[in-house]
């Protein structure tokens, strides 16, 4: 191809035209639209030089220093960058596995670790609505724990709002927001838990430590092998009322010397090791001043009477399993086996299944401030003494009979006292015998010289001038 040829193939030609030459009309093509954008950024820094040299009075053109707090957030940049330490937060953070470990629950095992609380961690001895268990070996395995791991990230046991709020340990509040937080505390109140239970007498763990949401105890078992549940468990009926019997003696001094009630008490909670009871998950567990501590307690003993029926024991009523625990003045140290004898009487003579369902629905006020005064009064003589609230409260079994007392003397004293008044109005009636009896001494311990006459103490003038309700 000539050099003229070439020159032509940009154009493309026209057969209308008058000549050959003006027939040839220019052919736009890629290089021309590169020349094109050549051409607009040189008029571009031509304009810019222009505006520069217009203006170049007007800018400084020295050094600007930036503040103290812009090269400080450089500076701290450029160090995290330096060590890597600087990175996004992704999904992988709050990645688990088996539901409770995740990065940051690792890591406290990893310390704990390195501090020699244990030597190395197992498989997992059991799941929950709220936590796993693992097993673990102390340092040089002279001992084994059970490291109990809570759930942050994917929690299933949502409803502890209900066993926390009204607390007195919890009065300071609580960070619903934040579920980390919640957990902590919550492994920190089993702990304290623990320890009122331990020191009580009763069996149950060995606390160890927390840390997070993580709690350190002794290992119920041996070889690895942890204890079995009371529900995996295969005993004889004996052995099941003897069961029964000490478990009921351990609810009893879990409320009043340890001043606490379970909450989720049943044949799951429970360990049977070496033919012995085991109290175990007692994070729920709350104090007496709780708005539903007797509610659960009454749960707690429905629960352990459903289980023990089960398996073939004769168990005590609801009520009456609920007033041995809470009674406060007729139940004692000394005489609990006692009690318990009658108990065991009055169940095999007691077939009234209807009273546990309604005892199981009924209101059980938590202090005597909870119940006007009338209302008391008039539950009191319509029970006729069987009140769900007298040995919670302390008062006295015979407590009907001495209002009756009482108030049979009143309406005596009454009596006597209408009839005295109207026979001093029969007196003013007839001046007759009223003068002769002038000359008589008193008859009610005054004298002729108008002594006034002894007060009696009770009685009559106890109850002068006042109406019968006021009485």
Known sequence: MTSKEKDLSQFYYQSDSSSEEEGYRYKKGANDKEGDAVATGQNREAKTSRMVSKFSNRIREDVIEPSHSTMKTIKESE???????????????????????????????????NNKVFQEINGCLSTGKEANVYHAFAPN??????????????M???????????????????????PRKMIKLWAEKELRNLKRIQSAGLLCPEPVL????VLVMRFIGREMKAAPRLKDTDLTVERY??????????????????????????EYNLLYWEEKLYLIDVSQSVEHDHPYALEFLRRDCANVNIYFKKQGVRTFSLKSFFDFVTDIVNVTKENVNERLDALIAEAESNTAQEDDDVFAQIYIPRKLDDIPLDRMEADMKKLNGDLTYAKLTGLPENATAEEKKEEGEQSSDEEIHEEELSDNDSEESDPESSDDE?????KEGGDAKGEEPEKKVGGLSKYDGMTKAER
């Open 141 to 154: 395995e002279d001992y084994e724990l059970a490291v109990k791991i809570y759930k942050t990230s994917i």
């Open 438 to 442: 002038d000359h008589e001494p008193a």
């Open 79 to 113: 160090a995290l960058e330096i060590t890597g330490k600087s990175r996004t937060k992704d999904k992988m953070d709050r990645a688990t596995v088996e539901q409770v470990l995740d990065p940051r629950t690792r890591l406290i095992l990893v310390k704990l670790m």
């Open 241 to 266: 009322s003897q069961l029964y019997l000490d478990l009921v003696k351990a609810i009893r001094i879990l409320y009043q010397d340890c001043r606490l009630i379970h909450g989720d008490l049943s």
């Open 156 to 178: 299933v046991f949502k409803d502890r709002e209900r066993y926390i709020a009204g607390e007195f340990r919890f009065r300071h509040g609580h960070c619903k927001g934040n």
């Open 210 to 213: 927390v840390k997070a949401n």
